[in-house]
């Protein structure tokens, strides 16, 4: 009875260990509660066998608790750039959206125009309206940030990241780092300009 | 402030306290269990969920030894501080030291 308990109990760690050192961890924690048991044995108080070893596992703690405790601490985003990685999911990520869907939209919109005006007779009016039409779509689209410039502006903010800080950005003040942003963005504008 | 919290604060204190009496315990060599009641004699309260992953962390640091072997039928694992460990506890010894007289003047 007291050995299965322990075995069910260990094995339990063991599934939410690493394999690198699952065995060795197991192996050191079964003598511990061996050892535990044999002292508490020799108690006077002692109730029985079989709660001795229920008590002794209920203090020791359960298997996900003991198991976490030999965990170093892992993360998928480290608290390091967690502040920049908020950043892109609650901005960047959601204006880059938009971008795109404007830019999409546009170009949509220039084709099935273009395709109305090759299968469509129209009158001569209309036509030149179209191509002026058309032509401001080109402007527009072309003024404005493509897809491969905001890839590059955001790589351009990783870069900037670890030369120049924003002062509080990385207490989580995404304010600061809004304003280089902003800036950043200015500087390439009248850079190209 | 709840229990919880109080508790946590006094776990953060405690921790680097932790790895000093330690490391002072193993200079001759002692199994997890015998640590652990070790420290309790000199008043350390220590549990295994602390004591075994720290054992191991320190081994990692190369600041303990540690070897298995089979005793009253029983494998048990050893633990002794290294030649590294040795170097650095007079060192930590000093720094706590430091600690214990610059507090005690400013909680005066």
Request: aromatic share 6%; proline share 3%.
């Given at each position: 009875?007291k050995t299965?308990?322990?075995?069910?109990?260990?094995?339990?760690?063991?599934?939410?260990?690493a394999?690198?050192?699952?065995?060795?961890?197991q192996k050191?924690?079964?003598?511990t509660?061996?050892?535990?048991?044999e002292?508490?044995?020799?108690?006077?108080?002692r109730?029985?066998?079989?709660?001795l070893?229920?008590?002794?596992?209920?203090?020791?703690?359960?298997p996900?608790?003991?198991?976490a405790?030999?965990?170093t601490?892992?993360?998928?985003?480290?608290p390091?750039?967690?502040?920049?990685?908020s950043?892109v999911?609650?901005?960047v990520?959601?204006?880059?959206?938009?971008?795109?869907?404007?830019?999409?939209?546009?170009?949509?919109f220039?084709?099935?125009?273009?395709?109305?005006?090759?299968?469509?007779?129209?009158?001569e009016?209309?036509a030149r309206?179209?191509?002026?039409?058309?032509?401001r779509?080109?402007?527009?689209?072309?003024?404005k940030?493509?897809?491969?410039e905001?890839a590059?502006?955001?790589?351009?903010?990783?870069?900037?990241r670890?030369?120049?800080?924003?002062?509080?950005?990385?207490?989580?003040?995404f304010?600061?780092?809004?304003?280089?942003l902003?800036?950043i963005?200015?500087?390439?504008?009248?850079?190209?300009? | 402030?709840?229990?919880?919290?109080?508790?946590?604060?006094?776990?953060e204190?405690?921790?680097?306290?932790?790895?000093?009496?330690v490391?002072?315990?193993?200079?001759?060599?002692?199994?997890?269990?015998?640590?652990?009641?070790?420290?309790?004699?000199?008043?350390?309260?220590?549990?295994?969920?602390?004591?075994?992953?720290?054992?191991?962390?320190?081994e990692?640091?190369?600041?303990?030894?540690?070897?298995?072997r089979?005793e009253?039928?029983?494998?048990?694992?050893?633990?002794?501080?290294?030649d590294e460990?040795?170097?650095?506890l007079?060192?930590?010894?000093?720094?706590?030291n430091?600690?214990?007289?610059?507090?005690?003047?400013?909680?005066?």
């Open positions: 009875m299965t308990m322990i075995d069910r109990y260990i094995a339990e760690i063991g599934k939410r260990l394999l690198r050192n699952r065995a060795d961890i050191e924690i079964r003598s509660l061996e050892d535990m048991l002292d508490r044995a020799r108690h006077p108080d109730t029985g066998e079989e709660n070893v229920v008590d002794l596992l209920r203090e020791f703690g359960k996900e608790d003991v198991a405790s030999y965990q601490e892992r993360y998928l985003v480290g390091q750039l967690y502040p920049f990685f950043l999911v609650t901005i990520l959601p204006i880059l959206a938009t971008v795109l869907m404007i830019i999409m939209s546009i170009g949509l220039s084709s099935i125009v273009s395709l109305k005006s090759l299968h469509t007779k129209i009158s009016d209309d309206l179209l191509s002026e039409w058309q032509k779509v080109r402007q527009l689209t072309g003024n940030l493509t897809l491969g905001v590059g502006l955001i790589g351009r903010i990783v870069e900037e670890y030369k120049a800080l924003p002062e509080g950005f990385s207490k989580g003040d304010k600061s780092l809004v304003d280089a902003i800036g963005a200015s500087e390439e504008a009248s850079g190209r300009g | 402030m709840t229990n919880e919290s109080f508790d946590n604060v006094i776990m204190l405690r921790r680097g306290v932790i790895v000093l009496g490391m002072s315990r193993l200079d001759h060599e002692q199994y997890g269990y015998s640590l652990i009641k070790d420290l309790s004699e000199h008043g350390l309260e220590i549990d295994q969920g602390t004591l075994y992953p720290l054992l191991r962390r320190l990692n640091q190369g600041l303990l030894h540690s070897n298995w089979i009253a039928d029983r494998p048990r694992r050893y633990y002794v501080i290294s460990g040795r170097d650095l007079p060192r930590l010894k000093t720094e706590w430091g600690i214990v007289s610059m507090m005690g003047k400013m909680l005066k």
